[in-house]
């Protein structure tokens, strides 16, 4: 058994059913995972750090540490829930998770990443931890994309345009009133020939 097969095999769900993601490379897919889990835990120990700000009386910072720590449990939750297998309900939210496109892992874990940066916007361990989360969110946007046509593909499109057989579609409200319109001048009177 080759080394991918092994990481594939033990970063797996049992049960894990990706038709709707086969698009995806696997070492993006398994990219994310791990960037998720790795950053997750950064997020969480570098919270801790934050929290510590209240010896310094700096309460905005202790709120992003407790929100930082909370994230990074969200995010383990949903990409390794092996890590909290102590939690009755944790397989059954990351399942949920886990059924969701790709768009909405996206959006929510750049949504819980950017309110410590707002708050404790100053520190090192917020942009090193929310970063790590930041990071895994900007992945999973990435793979809600989809896969790049084909290099066939594309030439085809950009000969079509070029011949002007496929113009592309647009949606300004001015593109069906005048089929050849010309730009205005206003830097002298119209030349005729």
Not at 31 to 40: A, F
Not at 75 to 103: G, H, M, N
Not at 141 to 154: C, P, T
Request: hydrophobic share 45%; glycine share 10%.
């Amino acid at each position: 058994m080759s080394l991918p097969n092994k990481i594939s095999m033990l970063l797996s769900r049992p049960g894990d059913n990706n038709a709707q993601k086969d698009d995806v490379p696997w070492w993006m897919r398994y990219g994310g995972r791990i960037l998720g889990t790795v950053g997750s835990f950064i997020a969480i120990i570098l919270g801790l750090l934050n929290v510590a700000g209240i010896i310094l009386l700096d309460v905005r910072c202790l709120i992003a540490g407790i929100w930082q720590m909370l994230a990074g449990f969200v995010v383990i939750v949903a990409e390794a829930p092996c890590c909290c297998f102590f939690i009755d309900y944790v397989q059954t939210l990351s399942d949920k998770i886990e059924s969701r496109p790709y768009w909405n892992k996206a959006a929510l874990y750049v949504g819980l990443s950017l309110p410590p940066f707002f708050l404790c916007f100053f520190s090192v361990s917020t942009f090193l931890g929310s970063g790590s989360i930041f990071a895994t969110g900007i992945i999973y946007g990435i793979m809600a994309l989809g896969k790049k046509a084909s290099v066939e593909d594309m030439r085809t499109s950009a000969a079509n345009i070029e011949a002007g057989l496929g113009q592309p579609t647009t949606t300004a409200p001015r593109a069906t009133l005048v089929t050849n319109e010309q730009p205005a001048s206003f830097t002298g009177a119209p030349v005729t020939y």
